[in-house]
């Protein structure tokens, strides 16, 4: 199973990025999928979770109605739309599929001025 995250970067506060992971190795489409992030210092915290047709979305307090997951089961790709971007919000975010172990390498979103 290889699970690749990518989008991140260097943004200004209250500004929007865009995170994708692309997984690979088991059948996407039986799997929800969750984003969950690590600030320095911090544990792995959970982000948001997406049910296997997308039917349901769920959100930490902390980041709803500012992120946004969504996917796309052709692609085996899910997908993070984060808006309203604060300082607090840095971190490695990473993709899991539900309940497994399987994690990726991350991808490092920073929001600084």
């Known amino acids: 199973v290889q699970l690749v995250e990518s989008g991140g970067g260097l943004v200004q506060p209250g500004g929007s990025l865009r995170l994708s992971c692309l997984v690979s190795g088991l059948t996407f489409g039986s799997y929800a999928m969750s984003w969950f992030r690590q600030g320095p210092g911090n544990q792995r915290e959970w982000v948001a979770r997406?049910?296997?047709?997308?039917?349901?979305?769920y959100y930490a307090d902390s980041v709803k109605g500012r992120f946004t997951i969504s996917r796309d089961n052709r692609k085996n790709t899910v997908y993070l739309q984060m808006n309203s971007l604060k300082p607090e919000d840095t971190a490695v975010y990473y993709c899991?599929?539900?309940?497994?172990?399987?994690w990726g390498q991350g991808t490092q979103v920073t929001v600084s001025s």
């Open positions: 997406i049910a296997n047709f997308g039917a349901s979305t």
């Open positions: 899991n599929p539900y309940n497994t172990k399987y």
